[in-house]
């Protein structure tokens, strides 16, 4: 089992910056794909971005392409995303994710380990 546990959640203003972290426990962390996803009010749970066990792989939906950056820090056993040039329509619970697959994928049913997920609200 994995536990994971997000933090960094929080009101900024569009254009603003925050930094999001999810530490990892329990079974080994380093050989997992990490993800990120997101859920606005009503709206199904979307994809936002993954990264290899290595870190050397990483994917992110089209919308956050430029703007958000996936890394993880296997000593510390915690996965981040950077988070710039917020926008309103980022608003959302956002969750991580663990994976063991070899090949990280971006369908949310498919990963096997949730977070509680943190708030990021963004104004206009």
């Known amino acids: 089992q994995v536990q994971l546990v997000e933090s960094g959640g929080g009101l900024v203003q569009a254009g603003g910056s925050l930094r999001l972290s999810c530490a990892a426990s329990?079974?080994?962390?380093?050989?997992?794909?990490m993800g990120w996803f997101r859920q606005a009010p009503g709206k199904e749970r979307e994809f936002v971005a993954h990264i290899n066990w290595s870190g050397g792989t990483t994917y992110y939906r089209d919308s956050v392409k430029g703007r958000f950056t996936i890394s993880r820090d296997n000593a510390k056993n915690t996965v981040y995303l950077q988070m710039n040039s917020l926008k309103p329509e980022d608003t959302a619970v956002y969750y991580c994710?663990?994976?063991?697959?070899?090949?990280?994928?971006?369908?949310?049913?498919?990963?096997?380990?949730w977070g509680q997920g943190t708030q990021v609200t963004v104004s206009s």
């Open positions: 994710a663990a994976d063991p697959r070899l090949v990280c994928q971006t369908v949310v049913a498919l990963w096997d380990y």
């Open positions: 329990g079974r080994t962390f380093r050989r997992y794909c």
